[in-house]
């Protein structure tokens, strides 16, 4: 079975100052990675994903992320904040084998806060 | 192209009442997942359904349960209510399986009195 731990799990920072997210995920067969982004009263949406290929993933709203296998962690990144990245932010894993991949296992979100 | 759809927006239940939520997926999507958020638990997996037909499953008691019509629309079910199953019930399509782009609804706010 697959899991995700965020280490925080909230991040105050003020705007365009620098931010990283962290997660660390568990599983004992190859994973695909996701970052998801919920903003108050919205479900959730796609910031990027991992694959396969290169470590580096860049998504949407400036935002990247790099996964790192030998220390199972999949931190997101991004060099300078708005006010309007405060949102809860969603690590999440799915595994290629069996049933597992019919399903993504989230963390319990970062919540990040702008402050101006 | 519209999105996910999920009604009702709001619901207020007493316990040991039972309710019905809904899903539409986005047109040509045929993978439906269902997900409970909570403050405490995060976001915990229910069940997912691909044509009509459930792939996997979370740890849920069978008081919560699922279907997904021939249109791809779900529902999802929950029999005597529990003051402990007030949480965000989202839904989210993909066009196979959930390892691809996850599109979700705004949900339903369920509360149980």
């Known amino acids: 079975a697959q899991s995700v731990t965020q280490l925080d799990s909230q991040v105050p920072v003020f705007e365009e100052a620098p931010v990283e997210l962290r997660c660390n995920y568990s599983?004992?067969?190859?994973?695909?990675l996701f970052w998801y982004v919920q903003y108050p009263n919205q479900g959730l949406q796609l910031l990027l994903k991992y694959l396969s290929g290169s470590t580096l993933v860049k998504g949407i709203n400036g935002f990247e992320a790099e996964f790192n296998k030998s220390q199972t962690s999949f931190h997101l990144r991004k060099p300078s904040v708005h006010i309007s990245d405060t949102a809860e932010y969603f690590c999440?894993?799915?595994?290629?084998?069996?049933?597992?991949?019919?399903?993504?296992?989230f963390g319990k979100g970062t919540l990040l806060t702008v402050n101006p | 192209k519209a999105g996910v759809t999920q009604t009702p927006r709001y619901l207020i239940k007493t316990r040991g009442q039972q309710v019905t939520l809904s899903c539409s997926p986005i047109?040509?999507?045929?993978?439906v997942s269902w997900y409970q958020q909570t403050p405490g638990q995060g976001l915990q997996f229910l069940f997912e359904y691909f044509s009509e037909t459930q792939r996997n499953k979370g740890n849920f008691p069978g008081r919560f349960s699922g279907r997904q019509f021939s249109n791809s629309r779900s529902e999802m079910n929950v029999s005597t209510l529990e003051l402990g199953d007030s949480a965000l019930y989202l839904c989210?399509?993909?066009?196979?399986?959930?390892?691809?782009?996850?599109?979700f609804g705004s949900g339903t706010q369920l509360s149980v009195l």
């Open positions: 989210a399509s993909s066009l196979q399986a959930p390892n691809e782009k996850l599109f």
């Open positions: 599983s004992s067969v190859s994973v695909y």
């Open positions: 999440a894993v799915t595994t290629l084998s069996g049933g597992s991949n019919y399903k993504l296992t």
């Open positions: 047109s040509g999507h045929r993978s």
